[in-house]
């Protein structure tokens, strides 16, 4: 059944119109060479890594601009957030859906800088400090500074704080987060310029730096160029059940699949291959197109647009897990991972909303202690 899935994804051919995401995410990557300070300056080359994340501005929000800045070594993640407020930002690692069970760090200044060592229980909050949760305060040193509209707070913790409070961090992971911001200091009262999640690979430590092999093969290529329509498939697909239900769920993951695909997108420029041009729901095999057509017109009802995309990310994650197990390219499976974790996150979404409706969804491609497995993840 899986081989006959992937066969049927891989000539999957998906000539498919550009949307322009509403947020947008811009990676740089540098070589450390200033020292970690945290003074509220983010020096050029303090930081490994930088993520710019965008919000436009949408009811109830202002719209922003944060920059989150990393790098690590063996035993320290050390991070900036940079952002368009003179609020409380913050910063969440892994929820398991919408904020629950993210590890935070929300910092403001107000004369001076505070950082907090935080915990999200619920979908929407409430974030507590984990020391009021009977956990500790790991963040080992903080400063910060505002200066014009923005504000900056960086900080250092351990990868792993042996705190259950905190994610375990490591070297090479993709770690999914969240971030927000709100015009005010005060960390209890709700975001209100920005909000938004997205991935950040973490590096790998100076000190063990590896020489990653930048020679492919060809089943590397082939994989990750496939991988990436996939992405667009399932952007695509619920692009167009937005359309059709008008259910929110499918534009936030339009925006998510979207993230997915400049993540694969970017590892292929760096590697010299590139990405297709190809417009929305259009394929070049009546088989496939008839199968596009079949899930666009089984998703006429709220209910039915969700189990086809529920039954969308099962074959994601069945032909992320196989594009894993199909290479040694440690660079290439930490992007399948983070992509992996997003389709299993996404999955879960579609099948508490059905739940939510009344529906219990069973999987129709992956067997059912695969499933329960992912539902019950945390
Ligand atoms: C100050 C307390 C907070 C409250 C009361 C709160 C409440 C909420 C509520 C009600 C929503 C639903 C969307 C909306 O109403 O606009 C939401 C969404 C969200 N919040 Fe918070 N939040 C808080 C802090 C945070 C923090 C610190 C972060 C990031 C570290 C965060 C990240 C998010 C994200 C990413 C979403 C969107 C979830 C999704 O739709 O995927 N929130 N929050």
Known sequence: MRDEIVLLIAVLFIFSGC??????????????????????????????????LYSPARQGYTGGVMTVSWKIDDEYLYMALNGSTRGWLAIGFEPSEWMKDADMVLGFVDGGARVLDEYSTGNYGPHIEDTMLGGTDDIMEHGGRSYGTHTVVEFR????????????????QSVSIIWAMSDRMDPAVKHNIAYGEGVIYLGMAQSSVQQISQNLTQN????????????KAARDLYESLYERTGLTVFLDLV?????????????LDRYGIGTPVLERGVFDNQTLQSIYDEMLSKGRSDLDALRAAATFEEIS??????????TDNKEVIDVYSGLLA???????????DLRDMGIEYAPVYLNTSEF???????
């Not at 994650?317 to 199909?326: K, M, P, Q, S, T």
């Not at 997003?342 to 508490?352: E, I, P, T």
Request: no cysteine.
């Open 19 to 52: 949307i322009q995401p509403e947020e947008q995410q811009v990676v740089t990557e540098s070589v450390v060479s200033a020292e970690w300070r945290p003074d509220g300056v983010v020096s050029e080359n303090e930081y490994s890594h930088s993520l710019k």
């Open 157 to 172: 913790r351990k990868l792993d704080t042996g705190d259950r409070f905190d994610k375990v961090l490591r070297p090479g």
């Open 255 to 267: 925006r998510s699949e979207q993230r997915h695909m400049d993540q694969i997108g970017a590892l």
């Open 372 to 378: 329960e497995e992912i539902m019950r993840a945390a």
């Open 220 to 231: 590397d290529i082939e994989w990750m160029l496939f991988i990436w329509k996939e992405e």
């Open 342 to 352: 997003g389709s299993r996150k996404h999955l879960r979404s579609y099948v508490g």
């Open 317 to 326: 994650i069945i032909d992320l897990e196989r594009a894993i197990a199909g």
